[in-house]
T-cell receptor
Framework: GNSVTQMEGPVTLSEEAFLTINCTYT??????LFWYVQYPGEGLQLLLK?????DKGSNKGFEATYRKETTSFHLEKGSVQVSDSAVYFC????????????FGRGTSLIVHP | EAGVTQFPSHSVIEKGQTVTLRCDPI?????LYWYRRVMGKEIKFLLH????????ESGMPNNRFLAERTGGTYSTLKVQPAELEDSGVYFC????????????FGPGTRLLVL
């Protein structure tokens, strides 16, 4: 079946540090890949997405590239801020047109001033 | 435009009790989804409504869970009787369209069964 594996957290960084959160997936076909973010006390928000191999999704300084050869979709940001502290979820849409995402376990990011 | 809202934000109950969670989707969204995240694990799909009809309830764990969406507006998810393993965060999401449409999530209800 489909699955998403994320690095375990929490990830703790100082402000302006470089961020990488690893995500790999298992799926048949050609899934779309997503990163969602949940800020404290809020719901999940779609952060970025990529729908085919080599696509790069980007938003709010974050980016991730759909790597089919390594089945990965790592999230990166060049300089994190305290306001980026949140839980980040990698997800994929099941191939074949299903609209129900398969999520990873989430990675908590804590950014210190 | 108001987002997806959920009530209550937190609930602490004892094993064997009943709890009802409520979700109000974004106005005009026909699709409503329930998900659950058990502590430290993946967010898992529970079920999907299209208006008042259950489109897919393949993720419902057992018959102690009952979801309704009378009138196709808000939805309730009742757990009766609650067990310890039901603890987790219950998310609701809504969307207008279907395939490929962005789902908008609520903040979740944190349920703790003691």
């Amino acid at each position: 079946g489909n699955s998403v594996t994320q690095m375990e957290g929490p990830v703790t960084l100082s402000e302006e540090a470089f961020l990488t959160i690893n995500c790999t997936y298992t799926a048949t076909g050609y899934p779309s890949l997503f990163w969602y973010v949940q800020y404290p006390g809020e719901g999940l928000q779609l952060l970025l997405k990529a729908t085919k191999a080599d696509d790069k999704g980007s938003n709010k300084g974050f980016e991730a590239t759909y790597r089919k050869e390594t089945t990965s979709f790592h999230l990166e940001k060049g300089s994190v801020q305290v306001s980026d502290s949140a839980v980040y979820f990698c997800a994929l849409n099941n191939p074949g047109g299903s609209y129900i995402p398969t999520f990873g376990r989430g990675t908590s990011l804590i950014v210190h001033p | 435009e108001a987002g997806v809202t959920q009530f209550p934000s937190h609930s602490v109950i004892e094993k064997g009790q009943t709890v009802t969670l409520r979700c109000d989707p974004i106005s005009g969204h026909d699709n409503l989804y329930w998900y659950r995240r058990v502590m430290g694990k993946e967010i898992k799909f529970l079920l999907h409504f299209v208006k008042e009809s259950k489109q897919d309830e393949s993720g419902m764990p057992n018959n102690r869970f009952l979801a309704e969406r009378t009138g196709g507006t808000y939805s309730t998810l009742k757990v009766q009787p609650a067990e310890l393993e039901d603890s987790g965060v219950y998310f609701c999401a809504s969307s207008q369209g279907l395939v490929g449409e962005t789902q908008y999530f609520g903040p979740g209800t944190r349920l703790l069964v003691l």
